[in-house]
């Protein structure tokens, strides 16, 4: 496809149940970023992918948060034992290439821990 | 730390008014300065950026322009329509990684 895709796009799961989140980058796009953006709250960065360097997990707000991306194709984030302050649109983004800026944001998942 | 702060909202405006959404960084070292907007039910798109110092970023009549002295990247645009109604985010990039960005303002405009 033309653009970032997201997969679900909304998602409801009960408290303690581990889910996991999909994104397909933009073709040759090398870096790949997650965000997260909790209700009435700007957006949080959670990981960064650049090519097969280590990711910058410096967002991930507990061990509860992991994320893989295979070379530079899709990137799962999971989020184990969810919990309700879980609850947030998870919005992936993909960028060409180091020497540009441009992010290009997927339309996101709504995740809605009860 | 790095941070953008953005003026909260919601903003309310008639169509044709003037618009201004005021944003500010703070920022080791000299970061590029973005204007990302939200649509309902769309995903961000970027709308403008600038990546130096006095530079004006525009794009569908809009314009922000990097103003280092004040640190700030103010979102203007002479006359709003109602189809601009729509979440505006400021954000900051440092050397080509991750985004900082404010907590939004939602525009609202009535005709």
């Known amino acids: 496809g033309a653009g970032v895709s997201q997969s679900p796009s909304n998602k409801v799961t009960e408290k303690g149940k581990d889910v996991e989140l999909r994104c397909d980058p933009i073709?040759?796009?090398?870096?790949l970023y997650w965000y997260r953006q909790r209700l009435g709250q700007g957006l949080e960065f959670l990981i960064y992918?650049?090519?097969?360097?280590?990711?910058?997990k410096s967002g991930l707000p507990s061990d509860r948060f992991s994320a893989e991306r295979t070379g530079e194709s899709v990137s799962t984030l999971t989020i184990q034992r969810t919990q309700q302050e879980d609850s947030a649109v998870y919005l992936c983004?993909?960028?060409?290439?180091?020497?540009?800026?441009?992010?290009?944001f997927g339309p996101g998942t709504r995740l809605t821990v009860t | 730390g790095n941070s953008v702060t953005q003026m909260e909202g919601p903003v309310t405006l008639s169509e044709e008014a003037f618009l201004t959404i005021n944003c500010t960084y703070t920022a080791t070292g000299y970061p590029s300065l973005f204007w990302y907007v939200q649509y309902p039910g769309e995903g961000l798109q970027l709308l403008l950026k600038a990546t130096k110092a006095d530079d004006k970023g525009s794009n569908k009549g809009f314009e922000a322009t990097y103003r280092k002295e004040t640190t700030s990247f103010h979102l203007e645009k002479g006359s709003v329509q109602v189809s601009d109604s729509a979440v505006y985010f400021c954000a900051l990039i440092l050397n080509t990684d991750k985004l900082i960005f404010g907590t939004g303002t939602r525009l609202q405009v009535f005709p």
């Open positions: 983004a993909s960028r060409r290439a180091v020497t540009t800026y441009e992010q290009y």
């Open positions: 992918f650049q090519g097969n360097s280590a990711p910058d």
């Open positions: 073709s040759g796009h090398t870096a």
